[in-house]
């Protein structure tokens, strides 16, 4: 039995300094790319601010994965979602057979 179903295949990279003429980042650090889990999340109110917080899950325990770092994830029906980390966590369910993943809140997060 799967505990988890990744679906969705995300690219996460870190920004090296290096910029063209114009200041973009140029050749971004790769971190990981692979498969990974992507939902939504749920909607939170503070007073007339409305806030999502969109979640990313990925196989295994990656410590090299820091916050502000840049995701996008192409999803199973063929969207792209952009965004930067927020949280990062570490899961581990040893009652589980040793289940291990990365769980990653996401700020920022829009799609096209």
């Not at 920004?15 to 063209?20: A, E, I, Q």
């Not at 650090?29 to 999502?52: A, D, H, K, N, P």
């Not at 999803?75 to 990062?88: F, S």
Request: glycine letters at 8%; aromatic letters at 6%.
């Amino acid at each position: 039995m799967e505990l988890i179903r990744y679906r969705d295949n995300c690219r996460i990279t870190r920004d090296n300094g290096t910029r063209d003429e114009w200041d973009n980042p140029v050749n971004p650090t790769l971190i990981y790319e692979g498969e990974c889990l992507y939902e939504e999340g749920g909607t939170g109110y503070s007073r007339s601010i409305i806030t999502r917080s969109p979640t990313l899950f990925i196989p295994g325990n990656h410590s090299d994965i820091t916050i502000n770092d840049a995701v996008t994830v192409d999803t199973e029906a063929g969207r792209q979602i952009n965004g930067i980390v927020e949280i990062v966590r570490d899961i581990n369910m040893d009652w589980r057979a040793g289940v291990e993943c990365t769980r990653i809140e996401l700020k920022q997060a829009h799609g096209d």
